[in-house]
């Protein structure tokens, strides 16, 4: 077998080097005639070069056709104009551009006709109908071919009466009308044979050969196709070669000796592969795989399959990648594959859609055509009935005109014989010319009337055989007709369908609102297009299915017709992806608890550590006392910091971050920048310097806590890699007038930290702004950090309309930038109330009694010092529970409450305390929050219980006053 096959290989080769270097030589030659050719020959070598282009490189076929149009454009030759249209539109149908080829079919058909050139008609007429026939617009290819026809008839052209016919003929074949096929088919070999023209007898015999394949004659099918195969190779015609070659490799497959196909397909494929016809390499690619299916040769299958699903690609050939797909996912089903056979099925099924369900809805509305076949035929029993009655009048006549001329000659003798035997042969010819005439006329009808049965009839049955949805007609509460994708998602059968009815069939849950959705509809009431509801199997599956209907009217009474598309599966998946939601859900809030947990501990003890340094300061202190508390406050807050950086990175991923607007100054950011890193700077005797441009105005607004926890993070980032030299901060407007977000009074603010470090290289630039990425693991070790600082800098200038980069060179510094959109309050109109009261204002409130629920002892003692210091009574609770307690015995103008204490959290207590006074009738007293939870989720959850407003931890002093403040106590 693979000696065999050998050969064939080495004969294909062989054969694809002889045909290269002839196609190479004759276009050559002809390409050299053209150089020295005259302009009255150069027309014709164009148009001969662009036939020898078709099948070798079809874009070069346009192009020589395209200047041979030129050619005639200026020599005013119409009808040579009307051949090179007729010769581009040829190019664009090997190029598989079927819309262009019928643009210019169309227009030298149209040229033909306006300078009666009869020829050029008739083959642009039928290469018009050959792109219908291909869009399957029968209606439209049997026209054309009937306009070529009648041209041809009338001018006595065998050769083309006979093309046209076998045209005609393939309509009915593709009908699937192979006995009508093939008498056409045969009187066109006949014509043929007659004329010694072997090209078409070629195709009569292929043509003959297919139909008799279709009814299952393999005899005579393998006889005609060898007839043609034979003829073909005495003209050395390969294309028609390659493909009898592939109808007798079929037969032989349908008969079952697989061998002999493979022999034949291989055939063929060596001399489709020899003239490069792609489509019929990936045809003849999916035969082979068939036969290897067959023989249970998986691997070679798969293989074949794989080719001729990247030759089909290649060329879109729709239908066949879906055919391939099916084939597909069988042969990985075969081998147990099912999650890849799923998947070769889903792509099947989206094909078999875009091909089939898209016409659904067009041929539901052509299935009432099938009701007026009956007028149809009574309009053919008409013509016939008219043709036999005009043939008995026409024989009346010739016999009344010859009893009339024996008549004459029995009593006027010779002469007036030949007188009146003169007069009848007139008459005589006249009536046969007329009888002709109409004859050919209503044989030209009959076949129109006829064609249009034979498209209404392929039509439905396409409807009927093809479609995958079910399709079904209800009249009177009856089912009347169903598909046999119906009955096959029912599991019942058409019978049985038509007996139980429609309401028999949905499921108890659905029927409701089936039954109220088809009675709206028959009452021609507004519905939605479509209706989901569930049906009932014969074996009790359910069926999650999509209607889509509209009305009919049938045999003269309102009916509904429709599809139904199983989307049993659609619903599984979207269940599982609910699932998947709420598990996400789900694990997104056991992120934000752990977090808001870890928040909650931290913060505690930072808001002891950094409160007491703030009321120690306010102390009276010595010097070196005073720098050390200097050093508490800046280690406080740069470990505040890295807390922040991981719940400010969970925030920004969460989308939470949301900016102020307030008053802020570049030169008091760069100051504070400064003087946060001056001491680790002198220690590494480094210098600590800003520039700011004199553009920038003096007082801007935008969020100067985010602005500055940027410039800090770059700072330090700075000075952690910069042991000589030192670092300069910049400050300079951008001027980028194409920044679309950006409002009339905003101006964009681009800010570098320049130093005098190490360096950085390409490829560690990469990973920068990356989350939890650092240039190496030796810096990390080194330098410690989270990773996170330049992934939140980036994200938070983003915020800012702005973005982050960096300029750096190994050994030469770097500079990091960004920039952000900040709004010039000396240009806008309006100012949000947050700007007009940017500070709060302190009052003193003295006389008033505040309630502190806190369990940590350094918090509670913080706390309450601020408010004795502002001249509030406090009393103080250890958790909810005493508070409730104290509530209930004490009035207070304010409760500050923390919300994670033992024994009763604060949530519960608030709770306790708003159920209390709406049964006792007490006026609702102010509760403030007082916790390290920040999160949108946990505020909400806040209200929810009816605290009025939070304070998140760690706080300062005139925070708290400043939120007491607004309260208006």
């Known amino acids: 077998m693979t000696i065999k096959y050998l050969g064939h290989i080495i004969l294909f080769f062989s054969l694809l080097f ?119 617009e029968f209606d439209k290819a049997i026209e054309y071919y009937f306009k070529s026809l009648e041209i041809e008839i009338a001018n006595s052209n065998k050769e083309g009466i006979a093309s046209t016919y076998l045209n005609i003929g393939n309509i009915y074949y593709r009908n699937q009308e192979y ?5 056409i088919y045969k009187k066109c070999m006949d014509i043929f044979d007659e004329l010694h023209d072997k090209p078409g007898l070629i195709k009569s015999y292929s043509n003959v050969g297919a139909a008799y394949t279709e009814k299952e004659d393999y005899n005579k099918a393998l006889h005609f196709s060898m007839l043609s195969y034979e003829l073909s190779l005495s003209v050395n015609d390969k294309d028609k070669m390659a493909n009898n070659l592939n109808n007798i490799g079929r037969i032989y497959y349908e008969i079952g000796d697989n061998e002999k196909a493979l022999d034949y397909y291989y055939q063929a494929l060596g001399i489709q592969r020899e003239i490069k016809d792609v489509w019929s390499q990936a045809n003849t690619f999916r035969n082979i795989a068939s036969v290897y299916l067959d023989k249970k040769d998986y691997d070679k299958a798969y293989d074949f399959l794989v080719q001729s699903l990247e030759k089909a690609k290649s060329v879109n050939a729709v239908t066949l990648m879906m055919e391939i797909y099916e084939d597909l996912s069988e042969y990985y089903e075969v081998k147990k594959d099912y999650k890849k056979s799923l998947e070769y099925h889903k792509l099947f099924a989206e094909l078999n859609d875009t091909i089939y369900n898209s016409e659904s809805r067009r041929q539901i509305s052509e299935i009432e055509a099938r009701y007026e076949f009956k007028n149809k035929e009574q309009r053919l029993d008409l013509f016939e009935k008219e043709n036999e009655v005009q043939g008995l009048k026409i024989k009346s006549q010739r016999y009344i005109i010859y009893s009339v001329a024996g008549f004459g000659l029995f009593f006027l003798g010779l002469l007036l014989f030949f007188y009146y035997r003169s007069h009848v042969n007139k008459r005589e010819r006249v009536l046969l010319l007329n009888k002709t005439t109409q004859i050919t006329e209503q044989k030209i009808l009959l076949e129109k009337t006829l064609a249009e049965l034979r498209e209404s009839e392929r039509k439905y049955k396409t409807l009927i055989e093809s479609i995958q949805d079910g399709i079904y007609i209800i009249q009177d509460e009856r089912i ?31 029927l409701r609102a089936f039954s109220l959705y088809y ?34 009217n049938l045999h003269g009474k309102i009916a509904t017709i429709g599809t139904l598309k199983n989307v049993t599966k659609q619903k599984v998946y979207e269940k599982e992806l609910i699932k998947s939601k709420e598990e996400a859900e789900k694990a997104t809030l056991s992120k934000s608890m752990f977090i808001a947990g870890v928040s909650h501990e931290i913060r505690n003890h930072m808001n002891s550590i950094i409160g007491i340094s703030d009321v120690l300061a306010e102390t009276s202190l010595t010097v070196e006392q005073k720098d050390f508390l200097d050093v508490i406050q800046v280690s406080g807050n740069n470990l505040l910091n890295i807390i922040n950086e991981i719940l400010d990175f969970s925030k920004i991923e969460a989308g939470q971050i ?43 607004l935008g969020d100067p806590t985010r602005l500055s926890q940027i410039l800090v993070n770059l700072v330090s980032n700075a000075l952690k890699f910069t042991d000589t030299g030192g670092i300069t901060l910049y400050a300079d407007i951008l001027e980028d007038k194409d920044i679309s977000t950006q409002e009339s009074n905003d101006v964009l603010i681009k800010f570098r930290v320049v130093d ?26 080194k330098m410690g950090g989270t990773g996170l600082g330049l ?31 900040l709004v010039n309050p000396e240009i806008a109109v309006k100012k949000t109330s947050k700007d007009d009261n940017s500070k709060p204002k302190t009052k003193d409130f003295n006389g008033k009694k505040v309630l502190l629920v806190e369990d940590n002892l350094l918090n509670q003692h913080l706390t309450s010092k601020i408010l004795i210091k502002e001249g509030y009574a406090t009393d103080i609770a250890e958790n909810g529970k005493v508070g409730l307690d104290l509530f209930m015995k004490n009035a207070y103008d304010l409760i500050l409450m923390d919300i994670q204490m033992p024994v009763m959290d604060g949530i519960q207590a608030t709770r306790l305390i708003r159920k209390y006074e709406k049964e006792n009738n007490k006026k609702k007293i102010k509760i403030i929050a007082v916790t390290a939870h920040t999160k949108d989720g946990e505020r909400q959850k806040l209200f929810n219980a009816g605290l009025d407003m939070y304070l998140s931890k760690p706080f300062k002093s005139e925070e708290l006053i400043g939120i007491i403040a607004g309260l208006g106590l």
């Open 519 to 552: 009675l709206r509809q028959i009452r021609g009431e507004d519905v939605p297009a479509s209706l989901e509801f569930s049906l009932i199997s014969k074996t009790g599956k359910r069926i999650d299915v999509t209607a889509y209907s509209g009305l009919v």
């Open 791 to 821: 992934v939140i800098c980036k994200n938070l200038a983003a915020l800012m309309n702005g973005e982050v980069g960096i300029d750096s060179e190994l050994g030469k510094g770097s500079s990091f930038w960004f920039t952000v959109s």
């Open 480 to 510: 009347i007709f169903a598909n046999e994708a119906f009955c096959e998602l029912s599991e019942y059968t058409y019978g049985e369908l038509c007996d139980i009815g429609p309401k028999e069939i949905v499921a108890p849950e659905s």
């Open 756 to 781: 005098t470090g190490i360096g950085i290289s390409k490829l560690s630039q990469e990973k920068l702004f990356k989350p939890f990425s650092q240039t190496h693991a030796a810096v990390q070790r």
């Open 18 to 136: 002889v045909n290269q270097v002839f196609a190479s030589t004759q276009i050559d030659s002809l390409k050299q005639e053209l150089d020295e050719a005259h302009l009255n020959e150069k027309f014709d070598l164009l148009i001969r070069i662009s036939i020898e282009y078709w099948s070798v490189d079809p874009n070069k076929s346009v192009d020589y056709a395209n200047a041979a149009l030129k050619l005639a454009n200026v020599t005013g030759d119409k009808e040579k104009e009307a051949l090179a249209l007729n010769r581009i539109g040829v190019g664009y149908y090997f190029l598989q551009q079927n819309d262009k080829a019928l643009e210019f079919f169309k227009k030298s058909f149209a040229l033909s006709k306006d300078i009666g050139d009869s020829s050029g008609i008739c083959k642009s007429a039928n290469n018009i109908g050959l792109i219908y026939e291909l869009y399957g």
């Open 658 to 700: 949301v900016l102020e607007k307030e008053n802020l100054s570049i030169s008091k950011l760069f100051q504070d920048a400064i003087s946060l890193h001056e001491y680790n700077a002198k220690k590494k005797k480094l210098y600590l310097k800003s520039v700011i441009s004199d553009k920038i105005p003096d007082r801007l």
């Open 179 to 183: 006995d009508k096929a093939l008498d």
